[in-house]
Structure formats: structure tokens, C-alpha cells
């Protein structure tokens, strides 16, 4: 058995950590994008869209995101993509991320006044200038506060990537357990790293969402 | 490709981890709230320091994954001489993540009683007991029973995780399925697949719930 010294342990995870940021950040814009897409296409008014985006916000909320993962990282490679544990877990986060930010959002445009709709109509509006010009620019802000407080749970859901095989901070937070047999310091040390990278955001969250309501 | 008939001689198998998830789910469901409405009195009413001891369970709890709490219960208390088996640490680590869930939103709806409703049910006589139980609790939970049930449907899917220990769940019944007959993206789907009705099934089973309890107020209201 290797000795490692708790500055060995901790140089680790945090060496790991940087996959963690890595792959949530990788989720986070990818969820944006997908979602700003999703959220365009619920906004368009034709029910054929609206109902995919339904059934695509339905579809990954309701189902465990370790089966999500499960799935693109076998899916794939069993139409004969050769796929690679990062690649896997970033599909599936962006897909989960897009749905949660489709379905937050969705809750922040309808706060606002379907009589703006209506008014920007009538002073000739076109859809994308009315999205653009009025709403997005209200909607934002009542926006803000839920989305940094749901990046919370994109990163934390980067955890499950360790399950397909991906090398982040709970992986390297179980390889050290095997080599070491510590599981008590290896694990609180792991949680408080995690702790480290998500109190911020709670809290961002939490100051954003005191502060727009006073706002209002 | 696809080859769904493999799967068929695993139904009892499904079935027995379908069961073990509900059941996981049904006791987090009634434990974590119990724990969420002690410690959002707690929160709400107790000291100083009973306020600090539960806002950093809370806190700890929200900011870390649930990956991570499972393996320090499974694997880090039986080094300080606490040995749980895997059922026991997978319900101990979805009680505790539910609690620490549902004691924020809970306290959200202690928060939300007007102070006047309190002074006139003391000025009617009612006990500080009736006042807390009938007087705050009740509404209270009316205003944050949809939060509080989304809640418990996440805790549920999250529980997907708890395979991960040897738990044998739903999760669990997949990952074996897959190893015998190497069918995994067909097991993997049709276990999502029931994850998803269960979500949508718990989802009615809380509204026809909701309907019930709350129905005079809806009425009178």
C-alpha cells in the first residue's frame, strides 16, 4: 500500500475538481443554448413545436439522470459511435440542463403580462423583435436568481459522470477510498470541495432573488 | 436491433426492483417530511444556536451531491464504527437528503402564515399546540404542497443512484439485466421508461392527495 499524506489526498481531488468544473460548465452552456432553442420553440406559437418541447422537458424530468446517462453512453455506442465517458456525460448534462432551464424560464416569461405580447403587436412587432426588445430583457432578470440557483444542481449532477467511468471528483474521490482504505476523510473531503464550488452559487442565488423581489 | 424479447425473462426481476424503489421512496416520502416540518419549526422558532445547527444541515446537505452523501454513509460511518447495510444507508442517505430539501421549502410556507392569523387564534383561546398544528402547519402546507411533492418525485429518481451501493432497486435490476444478456441500451430504456410512469403516477397520486385534504379551503375559498 501507497502512503499518501492528507496534502497528497487533497492535491488530487482538487487536480480532479478541474474535470468537475470542466464538465459543468460544458452542461451549463450547452443547456443554455439548447434551452434558449427550446424556449424560442415553446414562444413560436405553432402546437406541433410546442408539444415536442413538452414532451422533451417531460421526458428528462421524469426520468432518473443516471439513466439518461446510461443511455447516450450505451445508445451511442451501440449504433456503432465509439463514444468516450466525457462526451457521454456532457450530452446527457446538456440534455438535463436544457430541459430544467426550458421549464424555469418557461415559469419566468409567463410572470409577465400577455398584454406586452398583445401591445407590441399592435405597434407592428415583429415576434423576434418582441421577444428580443421586450420580453427577454424583463424576463432576465426575474430569470437570473433560479438559473444560478439551478447550476447548483448541474454541478452536482456532474457527479454521477463518475458512474460511466469519468474521472472527476467523485471518481478520483473512490480510486484514492481503494488505495488508501480512509473513507471517512476521503469522502468529507470530497463533499466540502463540493461544498466549496456550490455554497457560492446558492448564496449568489439567494442575494440575486432578495434583491429583484425588493425590486418589484 | 433493438431486441426488447431478452428482457422478458427478467420481469420478476424488474418488478422486485420496481418494488424496492417504491418502497424506498414511499418511507424517504413520510420520514423526510417529518424530519423537514420538525426542523423548519426548529428553524422558525428555536435559538440561536438550534437556527445555525439546522441551517448548515440544510446547507451542507443542498450544495453537495447525492452521490457523495451515500458514500460517506455506506462507506465513511462504518470507519467510525456506525455498519449499515446497503438498504439501511440507502434509506438513511434519502431520508436526510429529503429532509434537508423539504425543511427549507417547509419553512418557506411557516413563513408565509400572517402574524394576525396567530394573534387571533390566541385571542380565541387556542393553545400554542393547536395554534402551531391547525393555525400555521395546515395552511402552510396547503401553500407549498406542490413544491413539496416536486420535491419527492426528484428524491425519487434520485434514488436511481442508491444501485450504486448494492441496493437492489430498479436501477439495480437494469444494471444486472445488462450484464447477463449484454442488452443494456434496451434494458436501460425500458427501466427509464418505468422510472417515467412512476414519476407521472406519483405526480397523480399527490394531486388526487392534495384534492382531498385541501378540499374544504378550496370551497370555501
Known amino acids: 500500500m501507497i502512503d499518501f499524506s492528507n496534502w497528497d489526498l487533497l492535491r488530487n481531488l482538487l487536480l480532479a475538481t478541474r474535470w468537475t468544473i470542466a464538465l459543468s460548465l460544458t452542461a451549463f452552456v450547452g443547456g443554455a443554448l439548447v434551452g434558449l432553442l427550446l424556449t424560442a420553440m415553446r414562444l413560436s406559437g405553432r402546437s406541433a413545436l410546442q408539444y415536442v418541447v413538452r414532451g422533451y422537458v417531460e421526458l428528462f424530468q421524469g426520468t432518473p439522470l443516471l439513466m439518461q446517462l446510461f443511455l447516450v453512453f450505451f445508445g451511442l455506442s451501440m449504433l456503432g459511435i465509439d463514444i468516450s465517458a466525457w462526451a457521454a456525460a456532457a450530452i446527457a448534462l446538456t440534455c438535463f440542463t436544457s430541459a430544467f432551464l426550458t421549464e424555469i424560464w418557461r415559469g419566468c416569461i409567463d410572470t409577465l403580462p400577455k398584454g406586452q405580447w398583445e401591445a407590441s403587436r399592435c405597434l407592428g412587432l415583429s415576434f423576434t423583435q418582441t421577444l428580443t426588445r421586450v420580453i427577454l430583457p424583463q424576463a432576465v432578470r426575474v430569470a437570473l436568481a433560479p438559473t444560478i440557483g439551478f447550476s447548483v444542481q448541474v454541478v452536482k449532477g456532474t457527479a454521477l459522470a463518475s458512474i460511466i467511468g469519468f474521472v472527476e471528483l467523485t471518481k478520483a474521490g473512490t480510486m484514492l477510498n481503494n488505495a488508501t482504505f480512509e473513507p471517512f476523510k476521503i469522502f468529507a473531503m470530497v463533499a466540502l470541495i463540493y461544498f466549496a464550488l456550490c455554497y457560492p452559487l446558492s448564496l449568489a442565488s439567494q442575494k440575486l432573488e432578495k434583491k429583484f423581489n425588493g425590486a418589484r | ?221
Open chain 2, 1 to 221: 436491433m433493438l431486441n426488447f424479447s431478452d428482457l422478458l425473462p427478467y420481469t420478476d426481476l424488474l418488478l422486485q426492483g420496481l418494488g424496492v424503489t417504491v418502497l424506498l421512496t414511499l418511507y424517504s416520502t413520510l420520514g423526510g417530511v417529518a424530519i423537514g416540518t420538525a426542523c423548519a419549526a426548529g428553524r422558525h422558532y428555536g435559538g440561536k444556536k438550534t437556527r445555525w445547527v439546522i441551517g448548515s444541515y440544510v446547507e451542507l446537505i443542498r450544495n453537495t451531491p447525492f452521490i457523495v452523501q451515500l458514500f460517506f454513509i455506506f462507506f465513511g460511518l462504518p470507519a467510525i464504527g456506525l455498519k449499515l447495510t446497503a438498504w439501511e444507508a440507502g434509506l438513511l442517505a434519502m431520508l436526510i437528503n429529503l429532509g434537508a430539501y423539504s425543511t427549507e421549502i417547509i419553512r418557506a410556507g411557516l413563513a408565509a402564515t400572517p402574524k394576525g392569523q396567530v394573534e387571533a387564534a390566541r385571542v380565541l383561546g387556542l393553545s400554542s399546540r393547536q395554534i402551531f398544528f391547525r393555525v400555521i402547519l395546515n395552511p402552510a402546507f396547503e401553500k407549498i404542497y406542490p413544491a413539496l411533492t416536486s420535491q419527492c418525485i426528484i428524491v425519487m429518481l434520485g434514488s436511481a443512484v442508491v444501485s450504486q451501493i448494492s441496493v437492489m432497486d430498479l436501477t439495480y435490476a437494469a444494471n444486472l439485466i445488462q450484464s447477463r444478456n449484454f442488452r443494456s441500451f434496451e434494458a436501460y430504456l425500458v427501466v427509464a421508461g418505468m422510472y417515467l410512469l412512476l414519476a407521472i403516477l406519483m405526480r397523480q397520486v399527490f394531486e388526487w392527495v392534495g384534492r382531498r385534504v385541501f378540499r374544504h379551503r378550496r370551497t370555501a375559498a
